[in-house]
């Protein structure tokens, strides 16, 4: 007998519910913890253990837990790693999605290096909008960060995924204090100069070390006050409780915007609304989980679309009630943002 699903109203998809009563509707869909960036605060130069190839999850075996998913209430899907273009003929398997995503909302976080050559082939494919990360406007200093001397590469994406119609575009813009913090209020220009939507992240313990330091975070309240100095701003109310940016347009009417993310300093766990799936098929309920659960085995292993139905439903049970990030014993996370899916 199929257990009880929890119910939302009279809404029969609202099976994905936690235990605190948070509906999950944003699946994100690792395809790889490989990337041809090493960003200082997600991949350590020295990382070598790799995910084997025979066990990242297939473009079938995905699309198989999405078309499961979806009617789960998932209402995004968004593609992300490590980098996701260095999945070899990716528009096959967005294609594959686009089949199976129903209404979803359905983008792709990436580093934007290979955007130049592939931006319209996903678009022609149906992925709906990218987000790219871009953490630096200098030259050298993006290349300190990356690892790569691919500022412009990374631009000419920009532009390539406007010209394909994947928009509206977001950056996310990670700021850590020594690095970056000198360059918001660029980021800002940048916003309004090319109508895009700017996030700035706060700096997590996700680079797979155990050296992340408070003391490099910079706050979304001191990125907001230091934007604030050069324009006015007026906030842009939030479409829903689950939206993990606060976000502000410019008053003088100019085009794109700048939100923050503020998971360390004013955490959005009591909205959150995400799923993770890593790519060797483990679901994840928080960035910050200590645990994962096994899906790949149940898929490959040829369990019924009933038996999968039931794993997702009792995995999104467990999701912790918050990060933790800021309690006593903390530990931070020994994967890093590049295997289990930013
Ligand atoms: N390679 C793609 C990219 O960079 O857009 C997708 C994967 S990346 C892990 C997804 C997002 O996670 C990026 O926007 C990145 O900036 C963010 N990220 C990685 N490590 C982070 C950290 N330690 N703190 C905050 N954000 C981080
Ligand atoms: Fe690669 Fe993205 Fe991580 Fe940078 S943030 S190392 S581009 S996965």
Redesign the pocket.
Known sequence: MPRELPMLGNTPDASLVDSFGRRITDLRV?LTDR?N?R?V???PHEHNDWIERSELLTYEEITRIVEIAVPLGIRKIRL??????LRRDLPRLVEMLSGVAGGADFA?????YFLPDSAAKLAEAGLRRV???L?SMKTAKFALLTGRDALARVLDGIEAARAAGLGPIKV???V?RGFNEDEVVDFADFARSHDLAVRF???????GRPD?DRKQVVSGAEMLATIRERYALEPVERTSRSETASRYRFADGAPGEVGF?T?ITEPFCDGCSRLRLTADGRLRTCLFSSRSHDLKSLVRGGAPADQIREFLVATVRTKEAAHGINEPGFTPSAE???S???
């Open positions: 690792s990337c960036f960003c605060y997600c991949l992300t790693g490590g980098e996701p273009l792709l976080t990436t580093n934007a987000t790219v990360s953490d996310n813009c990670v850590i992240i706060e700096y997590m313990p996700l680079d992340w993310i998971t890093t943002m590049a289990i899916g930013g």
